[in-house]
Nanobody, 125 residues
Framework: VQLQASGGGMVQAGGSLRLSCAAS????????VGWFRQAPGREREFVAA????????HYADSVKGRFTISRTNAKDAVHLQMNSLKPEDTAVYYC???????????????????WGQGTQVTVSS
C-alpha cells in the first residue's frame, strides 16, 4: 500500500484544516488507518485512528472534540478534519495503515506497516 498525505498548510489559531490520506497499490478498506504527528525535537505521537469498517474511531486526549477522522472506502481515502487549531498542533502529520492491528495497538506507531510522506501543519498564534 502506498499512502499519500495532503491538505497541510498554514492557519491562524482557531482555524481549520482538512487532511487527506489517499491509498494506492492495494485496496484500503480492510486496513486500520491512523494519523500521527511529529513536532521538531519531539517524538512522533498518536493523533487519531479509524478501524477498517469505519465504525470505531480513537483520538488522543489532546485533540478530542476538535479533530474528526473519517474514511471513504469507495475512494480509498481517510480524512482528518481539524478544527479549533492551536499553535501546539503545529507538526508534520503522517498517515499510516496496517491490516492486522488489534484494538489496543491503534495508537502505537511501531505497529503500523505503511506510512505516507507527511504534510506540514503550521498554526500561528
Amino acid at each position: 500500500v502506498q499512502l499519500q498525505a495532503s491538505g497541510g498548510g498554514m492557519v491562524q489559531a482557531g482555524g481549520s484544516l482538512r487532511l487527506s490520506c489517499a491509498a494506492s497499490g492495494r485496496t484500503f478498506n480492510r486496513y486500520t488507518v491512523g494519523w500521527f504527528r511529529q513536532a521538531p525535537g519531539r517524538e512522533r505521537e498518536f493523533v487519531a485512528a479509524i478501524r477498517w469498517n469505519g465504525g470505531s474511531t480513537h483520538y488522543a486526549d489532546s485533540v478530542k472534540g476538535r479533530f474528526t477522522i473519517s474514511r471513504t472506502n469507495a475512494k480509498d481515502a481517510v480524512h482528518l478534519q481539524m478544527n479549533s487549531l492551536k499553535p501546539e498542533d503545529t507538526a508534520v502529520y503522517y498517515c499510516a495503515a496496517d491490516g492486522h492491528l488489534i484494538l489496543s495497538s491503534v495508537s502505537l506507531a511501531t505497529e503500523y506497516d505503511y506510512w505516507g510522506q507527511g504534510t506540514q501543519v503550521t498554526v500561528s498564534s
